[in-house]
């Protein structure tokens, strides 16, 4: 038992070092598990022989994914991607499977190994990219719908695969294979090709009628005992149940799960089935990765290395040029069709299985596979990087390129306003201002944040706002204000210092993205600094206090007070902050000053406040309380 406990405890510490140090050098928890189990593994030799059963157990995170994947997604929603689905991916599993048999002959491997081997590559990781585009937040772009959906198909094509593997055995490699006994249990391997498929289509049909029938009256049913474990053991029994249902009958577990998660897509309980099952997809996804680290043979690899980089990098670059070739075909342009591209140009966990499969029926030699193993977790290992690549180097020259091929449009009239930055924060400005007749002119270095203002008949002009002559040609030196919205906080803070400097006479406003952005426009110069979220705040703390009894006026009194509190320290707080290493941070000092601010606040919160009248607001009554909550009283008004 202390052997687990150890072992246990170095994947958590391998994971709890690696994980950080990789995102915050911007590498991805993908990359930092996978080093980390490099790490403890062939370097440091922590962990054993182990890696690979437990790299079994570690799959089931796959199958939790996509159980989550469909959460995500109803069957109308499965139904609107049919043609990326079997399109995009049909073609790229059989291009890949061709392209791959016929290098594998040029190499000078039989047919029938060299299609397996084909078939092997033409599979992708679902765990790396699922993962990443999820980390990353790029699942719902074009190039992430359409990897994912070429990830489905193959995890449906895993299922042919499997049954063709046996037919391409090689009699002088049968006998020379052991069991290792690791073959899976299924209840069909030995019925009649119709009575298998009857089984099939009835645990698929279980699946489904199940889902939608009998899992909500489960789940109300478990509800009902208020054990929040219990709840938990429900969505784990579920998931693992339908792995072992479609493990029985042949099927891949992960695309079950997916099913499953797509039939409970619009169940009142999706939401808290996310919440209990993320957990632990999340734990078993990382423990994968470090056992593929882990997992990597450094005695046959330093043997071969040349042979299994150039293989690896091989593998990259033929699935790269298929998959590029797909997403012209079915015009994933831009940014997207390179997101497609690199994000699917490796292979995936599923080919382990097929390796297994192909030596265990006299397919592929047993150094044979060793190679490929190898060649598998290397392009594994190396798709991060390819992430990266996309981040660093493709998406900039896209964004930068679709700016930049424009010139900044002529301003054709000048105005005693001008707005620079007209993203969610400057469009608003810009809708008050235009409904008070006020004239203004617009200026913003994004294509798509111009179009949304010219749609609704505002006039605006594409151009960065920071450039000097741009300012000139929109009439600063005759304005009498400059509202300045950028995104981009150092732009802004370099906007407000040129404004003040050579036009001292127009009035600057300024939007902040925190108090410590606040404190470096004012002392930048600008007149007028409001933080984005301020009164938003607010306004829904005001409506929270409502909807706890507080009369409407009397919680308007309070928001008014918080405002008239803050202001009345502010220049305060403003000076102390400069004082502190030239206004970089915040300080001990700064920090007694905000929590006499607090004080303050309190107190004001607790003044003798005027009865509101009625005159002065619509006919209230506060909100009814529950029964049984005899506790939970209301605060006094």
């Given at each position: 038992m202390t052997a687990y406990?150890?072992q246990?405890?170095i994947y958590?510490?391998a994971?709890v070092i690696?994980?950080?140090?990789?995102?915050?050098?911007?590498l991805?928890?993908v990359?930092g598990?996978?080093?980390?189990?490099?790490?403890?593994g062939?370097?440091?030799?922590?962990?054993g022989?182990?890696?690979?059963?437990?790299?079994?157990f570690?799959?089931?995170?796959?199958v939790?994914?996509?159980?989550?994947?469909?959460?995500?997604?109803?069957?109308?929603?499965?139904?609107?991607?049919?043609v990326?689905l079997?399109?995009?991916g049909?073609?790229q599993?059989v291009?890949?499977a061709?392209?791959g048999?016929?290098i594998?002959?040029?190499?000078?491997?039989v047919?029938?190994t060299?299609l397996a081997v084909?078939l092997?590559f033409?599979?992708?990781?679902?765990?790396?990219?699922?993962?990443?585009?999820?980390?990353?937040?790029?699942?719902?772009?074009?190039?992430?719908?359409?990897?994912?959906s070429v990830?489905?198909?193959?995890?449906?094509?895993v299922i042919?695969m499997?049954?063709?593997?046996?037919?391409?055995?090689?009699?002088?490699?049968?006998?020379?294979?052991?069991?290792?006994g690791?073959?899976?249990?299924?209840?069909?391997?030995?019925?009649?090709?119709?009575?298998?498929a009857?089984?099939?289509?009835?645990?698929i049909?279980a699946?489904v009628v199940?889902?939608?029938?009998?899992?909500?009256?489960?789940?109300?049913?478990?509800?009902s005992?208020?054990?929040?474990?219990?709840?938990t053991?429900?969505?784990?029994m579920?998931v693992?149940?339908i792995?072992?249902?479609?493990?029985?009958?042949?099927?891949?577990?992960?695309?079950?799960?997916?099913?499953?998660?797509v039939?409970?897509a619009?169940?009142e309980?999706k939401?808290?089935?996310?919440?209990?099952?993320?957990p632990?997809?999340?734990?078993?996804?990382g423990?994968?990765?470090?056992?593929?680290g882990?997992?990597?043979?450094f005695?046959?690899?330093?043997?071969?290395w040349?042979t299994?980089?150039?293989?690896?990098?091989?593998?990259?670059?033929?699935?790269?040029?298929?998959?590029?070739?797909?997403a012209?075909?079915?015009?994933v342009?831009g940014?997207?069709?390179w997101?497609?591209t690199?994000?699917?140009?490796?292979a995936g966990?599923?080919?382990?299985?097929?390796?297994t499969?192909?030596?265990?029926?006299s397919v592929?030699?047993?150094?044979?596979?060793?190679?490929?193993?190898?060649v598998?977790?290397l392009?594994?290992?190396?798709?991060?990087?390819?992430?990266?690549?996309?981040?660093?180097?493709v998406?900039?020259?896209?964004?930068?390129?679709k700016?930049d091929?424009?010139e900044a449009d002529?301003i054709?009239?000048?105005a005693?306003?001008?707005?620079?930055?007209?993203?969610?924060?400057?469009?608003?400005i810009?809708?008050?201002?235009?409904?008070?007749n006020?004239p203004?002119?617009a200026l913003d270095?994004?294509?798509?944040?111009i179009?949304?203002?010219r749609?609704?008949?505002?006039?605006?002009?594409f151009?960065?706002a920071?450039?000097?002559?741009?300012?000139?040609?929109a009439?600063?030196?005759t304005a009498?204000?400059i509202?300045?919205a950028l995104?981009?906080r150092?732009?802004?803070l370099?906007?407000v210092?040129?404004?003040?400097q050579?036009y001292?006479?127009v009035?600057?406003l300024?939007r902040a993205?925190?108090?410590?952005?606040?404190?470096?426009?004012?002392?930048a110069?600008?007149?007028?600094?409001v933080?984005e979220t301020?009164?938003?705040?607010?306004?829904?703390g005001g409506?929270?206090?409502?909807?706890?009894?507080?009369h409407?006026?009397r919680a308007?009194?309070?928001?008014?007070a918080?405002?008239?509190?803050?202001?009345?320290?502010?220049?305060?707080?403003?000076?102390t902050?400069?004082?502190?290493?030239?206004?970089?941070?915040?300080?001990?000092?700064?920090s007694?000053?905000?929590?006499?601010?607090?004080?303050?606040l309190?107190?004001?919160?607790?003044q003798?406040?005027?009865?509101?009248?009625?005159?002065?607001?619509?006919?209230?009554?506060?909100p009814?309380?529950?029964?049984?909550?005899?506790n939970?009283?209301?605060?006094?008004?």
């Amino acid at each position: 038992m202390t052997a687990y406990f150890v072992q246990a405890f170095i994947y958590l510490l391998a994971a709890v070092i690696a994980v950080p140090l990789a995102k915050r050098f911007g590498l991805g928890s993908v990359l930092g598990y996978l080093v980390a189990g490099v790490v403890i593994g062939p370097i440091l030799g922590l962990v054993g022989q182990e890696t690979t059963t437990i790299q079994h157990f570690a799959e089931f995170g796959v199958v939790m994914m996509l159980f989550l994947v469909g959460l995500e997604l109803d069957p109308k929603g499965l139904w609107a991607m049919r043609v990326r689905l079997l399109g995009l991916g049909g073609l790229q599993v059989v291009l890949t499977a061709a392209a791959g048999t016929f290098i594998a002959v040029w190499l000078g491997l039989v047919f029938q190994t060299a299609l397996a081997v084909g078939l092997i590559f033409a599979l992708s990781s679902t765990a790396i990219v699922l993962q990443t585009l999820n980390e990353k937040g790029l699942g719902k772009t074009e190039g992430g719908r359409s990897a994912f959906s070429v990830l489905l198909f193959q995890d449906i094509a895993v299922i042919p695969m499997l049954a063709f593997i046996p037919l391409l055995a090689l009699p002088e490699l049968m006998g020379a294979v052991n069991d290792d006994g690791h073959a899976s249990f299924n209840l069909v391997s030995h019925l009649p090709g119709w009575v298998h498929a009857l089984v099939v289509i009835t645990a698929i049909g279980a699946v489904v009628v199940g889902g939608y029938y009998m899992v909500p009256l489960l789940f109300r049913y478990v509800i009902s005992s208020g054990l929040r474990e219990v709840f938990t053991a429900t969505a784990l029994m579920l998931v693992v149940g339908i792995a072992a249902l479609m493990s029985l009958v042949n099927l891949s577990p992960a695309l079950g799960a997916f099913l499953a998660g797509v039939v409970l897509a619009n169940s009142e309980f999706k939401h808290e089935l996310e919440a209990n099952i993320e957990p632990f997809k999340g734990l078993l996804l990382g423990l994968f990765f470090i056992t593929v680290g882990a997992g990597i043979n450094f005695s046959v690899l330093a043997a071969e290395w040349a042979t299994v980089l150039s293989l690896g990098l091989a593998v990259i670059v033929v699935k790269g040029v298929i998959l590029l070739g797909l997403a012209l075909l079915f015009r994933v342009h831009g940014s997207n069709g390179w997101l497609f591209t690199l994000s699917l140009a490796q292979a995936g966990e599923f080919g382990f299985v097929l390796l297994t499969y192909s030596v265990q029926n006299s397919v592929i030699p047993t150094e044979l596979s060793e190679i490929l193993s190898l060649v598998v977790a290397l392009s594994m290992f190396l798709t991060p990087l390819l992430f990266i690549a996309y981040d660093r180097l493709v998406l900039p020259r896209y964004r930068s390129a679709k700016n930049d091929e424009r010139e900044a449009d002529t301003i054709e009239e000048q105005a005693p306003v001008i707005v620079a930055g007209v993203g969610r924060f400057g469009q608003i400005i810009c809708r008050l201002l235009r409904a008070n007749n006020i004239p203004i002119v617009a200026l913003d270095h994004e294509i798509e944040q111009i179009e949304n203002l010219r749609k609704i008949n505002i006039k605006s002009y594409f151009g960065d706002a920071s450039r000097s002559d741009l300012l000139e040609t929109a009439g600063i030196e005759t304005a009498r204000l400059i509202v300045i919205a950028l995104d981009d906080r150092e732009r802004a803070l370099q906007m407000v210092k040129h404004v003040k400097q050579y036009y001292p006479n127009v009035w600057v406003l300024a939007r902040a993205f925190d108090r410590g952005h606040s404190y470096q426009l004012r002392d930048a110069g600008a007149d007028d600094v409001v933080s984005e979220t301020y009164h938003s705040a607010l306004e829904l703390g005001g409506d929270a206090l409502t909807a706890l009894g507080v009369h409407p006026m009397r919680a308007k009194q309070m928001t008014w007070a918080f405002v008239n509190n803050e202001e009345a320290h502010e220049d305060e707080l403003f000076a102390t902050w400069k004082e502190i290493e030239g206004g970089n941070n915040f300080g001990p000092r700064y920090s007694e000053l905000f929590m006499k601010l607090e004080e303050a606040l309190n107190t004001a919160m607790h003044q003798d406040w005027p009865e509101p009248q009625r005159e002065d607001v619509p006919i209230w009554s506060p909100p009814e309380v529950a029964d049984d909550s005899e506790n939970a009283q209301p605060p006094a008004p």
